[in-house]
């Protein structure tokens, strides 16, 4: 099952222990005492941005259509199989940069020490040991983790049908199979508000027929 570096914005403290931890995993010594020393100075693959009042930790998410793939002219990107991360062979770089101009997430880099890109690669060598990513385990709040797929599904199934029963209208939730089409906005409210807008709007339809 394909595994994902899923974000817990909340729980993020913006301390970068995430970009040390990346950066001494992609040093030479892939020691800390020794990576400082280095030169050129060890390269990060994520980076914490900041979000208004919270912090992102942002790194290549390994998409299934990545448009690196399909626009590198030398095949230096690439992956394994459907379900493995999307990796770089520097040696075939030419340092065209399309990659960089067409990630939509802005986490490809060039690299320092010469004309190639790097970007996470969720820490393959790690991974062939059986072990988190570099990123994951220095996260002191958890904030990042390693989850399958289908658990990240579950975690986010279980936290809409929290915030829905928070907003019910009266502890009314409604089918939306019996809402009309026009009756809330997809793109506008999202799944959860859209439920729970349409959900008072019906409520409200009720009172008044009882009127």
Same mark, same amino acid.
């Given at each position: ?39 050129? %100075? ?9 979000? !208004? ?6 790194? #290549?998410?390994?998409c299934e259509d990545a448009p690196c793939i399909a626009v590198c002219p030398t095949g230096a990107i690439y992956r394994h199989k459907a379900d493995t991360p999307v990796l770089i062979e520097q040696a075939r770089c030419i340092g065209c940069k399309y990659c960089i101009v067409v990630c939509p ?9 010469? %004309?190639?890109?790097?970007? #996470?690669?969720? #820490? ?17 709040? %958890? ?21 829905? /029963?928070?907003?019910?209208? !009266? ?8 809402? /009309? ?18 959900? /008072?709007?019906?409520? !409200? ?7």
């Open positions: 099952m394909r595994k994902v570096i899923a974000v817990d914005i909340g729980r993020c403290l913006a301390c970068k222990s995430c970009e040390i931890a990346c950066a001494v995993a992609h040093s030479a010594s892939g020691r800390l005492e020794e990576a400082v020393a280095e030169q050129p %100075k060890p390269q990060k693959r994520v980076t914490v941005e900041a979000a !208004g009042e919270f912090a992102v930790p942002m790194q #290549c998410r390994h997430f802005g986490v490809i880099d060039a690299e320092s020490r010469g %004309k190639a890109v790097v970007k #996470c690669d969720f #820490c393959i060598e790690r991974s062939k040991a059986g072990k988190e990513p570099a990123c994951v385990e220095a996260c002191p709040t %958890k904030a990042l983790k390693l989850v399958g797929e289908k658990e990240l599904t579950a975690d986010k199934r279980r936290l809409a049908a929290q915030q829905l /029963a928070r907003q019910a209208y !009266g502890g009314l939730v409604v089918s939306v199979q019996n809402l /009309a089409p026009a009756s809330f906005d997809w793109a506008q409210d999202g799944p959860v508000a859209g439920v729970a807008s349409a959900t /008072a709007r019906c409520a !409200g339809r009720g009172a008044g027929a009882r009127g």
